[in-house]
């Protein structure tokens, strides 16, 4: 059972770490000294990437904290936490929260919603325009080269 804080909104579907508590031994004011040097790191040329995924688990506590109670906005966000944004890090992020793998979440729902989608998308193909029609030319073509 996940314990929640006082205060806190309750955690959304999916969010098995909603606001977890700090590592043994730190407290906000050393996970902000961490974030600052975070920050720093963040602004150098060559990014040190396991120096800083080291350093966005460890601030995990302190950004779902901030996160979660405070609900500032992205540029906030980007401000404080700009490593956040790295592509590598969105991805780590998610599975810090939810446990799930973002990536292989997002390829087994396109691949489960894809032949829906593609009989929409023909059905409506007047209303997305010429360029989509393209595309599914495309598509049947190369499906036809894959059947022969």
């Given at each position: 059972?996940?314990?929640?804080?006082?205060?806190?909104?309750?955690?959304?579907?999916?969010?098995?770490?909603?606001?977890?508590?700090?590592?043994?031994?730190?407290?906000?004011?050393a996970l902000e000294?961490?974030?600052?040097?975070l920050v720093d790191a963040m602004k150098k040329k060559n990014m040190d990437m396991d120096f800083i995924k080291e350093k966005m688990d460890l601030t995990f506590s302190l950004r779902r904290k901030e996160i979660v109670e405070m609900e500032p906005m992205v540029a906030e966000v980007l401000e404080r936490w700009p490593g956040l944004f790295l592509k590598e890090q969105i991805c780590h992020e998610f599975l810090r929260v939810t446990t799930k793998d973002l990536l292989g979440?997002?390829?087994?729902?396109?691949?489960?919603?894809?032949?829906?989608?593609?009989?929409?998308?023909?059905a409506r193909k007047g209303a997305f325009g010429q360029e989509l029609e393209d595309l599914l030319g495309k598509l049947d073509k190369q499906v036809d080269l894959l059947l022969q």
């Amino acid at each position: 059972m996940v314990m929640r804080r006082e205060g806190t909104p309750h955690p959304k579907r999916g969010e098995v770490n909603h606001v977890p508590d700090h590592p043994e031994s730190y407290d906000d004011d050393a996970l902000e000294d961490i974030r600052c040097i975070l920050v720093d790191a963040m602004k150098k040329k060559n990014m040190d990437m396991d120096f800083i995924k080291e350093k966005m688990d460890l601030t995990f506590s302190l950004r779902r904290k901030e996160i979660v109670e405070m609900e500032p906005m992205v540029a906030e966000v980007l401000e404080r936490w700009p490593g956040l944004f790295l592509k590598e890090q969105i991805c780590h992020e998610f599975l810090r929260v939810t446990t799930k793998d973002l990536l292989g979440t997002f390829r087994a729902a396109l691949e489960r919603y894809s032949p829906q989608l593609l009989k929409l998308y023909r059905a409506r193909k007047g209303a997305f325009g010429q360029e989509l029609e393209d595309l599914l030319g495309k598509l049947d073509k190369q499906v036809d080269l894959l059947l022969q």
